[in-house]
């Protein structure tokens, strides 16, 4: 069994800052790429932000050179650092990650990806 647990939402003025961190556990043999996604009221899920093992990055459009993702393979965490926040970018924040797990139902190896439950994140202008 795999979770993905999420902390550090909560509600800021436009312009301020938030850390998400996302933190991986379970029955890990090993973790790809780690990422996050957000999705606003009446919108779809979009991607935010993702990381690969090796550190390679990619954002969306709309929170590059404000946001930074990282992560700590030692700690199986993945992080978001969310600066010059705005009132667009309020959103239940989910974090995931493409994990290589023993499933002892199949008695195997396998990759799947895994999802965090969501974390608010309110920016108020």
Do not use: H
């Not at 978001?80 to 239940?92: G, I, R, W």
Request: charge should be positive; proline fraction near 2%; glycine fraction near 12%.
């Amino acid at each position: 069994q795999v979770q993905l647990v999420e902390s550090g939402g909560g509600l800021v003025q436009a312009g301020g800052s938030l850390r998400l961190s996302c933190a991986a556990s379970g029955s890990i043999l090993n973790i790809n790429t780690m990422g996050w996604n957000r999705q606003a009221p009446g919108k779809q899920r979009e991607l935010v932000a993702g990381i690969t093992s090796g550190g390679d990055t990619n954002y969306a459009d709309s929170v590059k050179g404000r946001f930074t993702i990282s992560r700590d393979n030692a700690k199986n965490t993945v992080y978001l650092q969310m600066n010059s926040l705005k009132p667009e970018d309020t959103a239940v924040y989910y974090c995931n990650a493409d994990v290589l797990a023993f499933k002892p139902s199949r008695g195997s190896r396998t990759w799947d990806v895994y999802w965090g439950q969501g974390t608010q994140v309110t920016v108020s202008s």
